[in-house]
């Protein structure tokens, strides 16, 4: 099993480092490859170092089996013949391909099987507040169809980047020691602030990331299921969190969610308000699964159901649920 990993130095590339190790994924060769800045960095993986390659339009993905992609929608676009050509698999984690109708885009927990049909040999990693939604809403699918979603999230510097991450430390320090604040990978310092926008702004008043929930949650679970989503950026440092409220066709008691949520694959239900146990970034970064708790009727709505969840954007909501995506794909066969 060759295997690469495009954008190695980034945080989704080295937690592809991680995730590949802590679940012992079969790997006889792994190549690493990044831009002309990361180029010559060495990493350790399994024991052994392994040099970062620059990514070049040429012969390297030859005999490639799967390669995981983490650097940029641009980077993706230019290099998916390359990658491709020779019979990989790429398992994309941009924006690049995700809307396209002959790209299959996946979350395991919800839509494993459409991953077998991906005729340009590219599958989708859908947007991380995307992949940790669908994996609850769909064990309440399971019982009902779910008619409406809205959503707010409050997503971690972590979805930013690596950079990000630390721009908010050092903001945090600048702002404790009364020095000027230095704001590059935000619109606005984000320490001790919350900003109400998460990528470009769109001509019907929502952001390219709210969009991206309404759209994407509609084609991986395959369905007419309308999103309404407000994508907020929080000075936490890893981890998304969402409040949801779901409209479905009939009632679903407390008690049926809960159940539902503690049998669902990649879920954990963390719900006992009496003893102030619900899901908190703080306490989940680094996790595999999504958290939920707070789970409530709403009172608005017979058929609402309101919820909070939490799931590590960088881990599930990205290099985690790539790495599931090719472990089907050994699983059935559709990889050697």
Known sequence: MKVAIVGASGAVGQEFLRVLDERNFPIDELLLFGSQRSAGRKYTFRGKEIEVKLLQHNDDFKGVDIAFTSAGAGTSKEFADTITRYGAVMIDN?????????????????NAQDALNCPRGIIANPNC?????????????NLT??????????????????????????????????????????????????????DVF????????????????????????????????????????????????????????????????????????????????????GKDPVYVGRIRKDLSDENGLTF??????????????AVQIAEYLIKVGNIR
């Not at 941009?94 to 919800?110: N, Q």
């Open 202 to 285: 769109t001509d019907n008043g929502y952001t390219k990331e709210e969009m991206k929930m309404y759209n994407e949650t509609r084609k991986i679970m395959h369905s007419d299921v309308k999103v309404s989503a407000t994508c907020v950026r929080v000075p936490a440092l890893r981890s998304h969190s969402e409040s949801i409220w779901i409209e479905t066709e009939r009632p679903v008691s407390v008690e049926e969610a809960r159940k539902a949520f503690a049998e669902g694959e990649g879920l954990v239900l963390m719900d006992n308000p009496e003893k102030k146990e619900y899901p908190m970034p703080l306490f989940l970064a």
């Open 145 to 198: 169809h779910i008619k409406r979603v809205h959503v707010s999230t409050y997503q971690a510097a972590s979805g930013a980047g690596a950079a990000a991450m630390d721009e908010l430390y050092e903001q945090y320090r600048q702002v404790l020691n009364n020095e000027p604040v230095k704001v590059e990978k935000f619109a606005y310092q984000l320490a001790f602030n919350l900003i109400p926008q998460i």
């Open 308 to 321: 909070w969840i939490v799931g590590d954007q960088i881990k599930k909501g990205a290099a985690l649920n």
């Open 129 to 141: 507040t995307t992949i940790q939604m669908v994996v609850a809403l769909k064990a309440i699918e």
């Open 94 to 110: 941009s924006s690049a391909f995700r809307m396209d109708a002959d790209i299959p885009l996946v979350v395991p927990e919800v």
